[in-house]
């Protein structure tokens, strides 16, 4: 159990299933599939990624985060439109695509770590909080903010309760 004090205890009423996908790429290859909808852990784990997106998109470091699909031909035309300013019309691009499908076998613990603190310590620079809280509504995807609720709907967590609740999937995700 998470030693989480803003965020209320979370009972599956039974335990997420497992199954396989075939891959269409190679038939004799498997996915291994856990469903996430009776996670016991699903709100927090919602709430925690909800703010590790805001904290990414705030940050405004040189990288690319796409929110969602259709972001992705507005942002490789704006990525274009700058670096042809800058170098010239011909400038030629190469795009790489990369999917991270099993994050938690494939990557390295520490690595996973050592990001999720190098994303806290940029949001901190930001910020210019020492220790910056993020709000948001308990339910849906929308509407974190930097700052401490006092709204029954809404739940704020600190960064380090972020890094904790990341480390503790880490630890229970094999």
């Known amino acids: 159990m998470i030693n989480h004090p803003r965020l209320e205890s979370q ?5 997420p299933y497992a199954y396989i996908l075939i891959k269409d790429t190679n038939t004799k290859k498997i ?4 469903s996430y909808r009776l996670h016991p852990y699903r709100k927090i784990f919602n709430i925690i990624a909800r703010a590790i997106s ?7 470091i040189k990288h690319c985060n796409l929110e969602k699909c259709d972001d992705l031909k507005p942002t490789l035309e704006a990525f274009a439109s700058k670096a042809n300013r800058r170098f010239g019309q011909s400038t030629r691009f190469a795009y790489m695509i990369g999917d991270i499908k099993n994050m938690y076998t494939e990557l390295k613990h520490n690595k996973i770590i050592f990001a999720i603190d190098w994303i ?4 901190k ?10 709000s948001m509504p308990k339910h849906g995807t929308k509407g974190v903010y930097i700052g401490r609720t006092t709204t029954t709907s ?9 890094r904790k609740v990341v480390i503790f999937d880490l630890n229970n995700a094999t």
Do not use: D, G, W, Y
């Open 120 to 123: 806290i310590e940029k949001f």
């Open 154 to 162: 809404e739940i704020f967590v600190s960064l380090s309760e972020i």
């Open 125 to 134: 620079e930001i910020t210019r909080l020492r220790q910056p809280t993020l």
């Open 54 to 60: 805001f904290m990414v998109s705030t940050i405004k």
């Open 31 to 34: 996915r291994p599939i856990v």
């Open 11 to 15: 009972k599956a009423e039974r335990m």
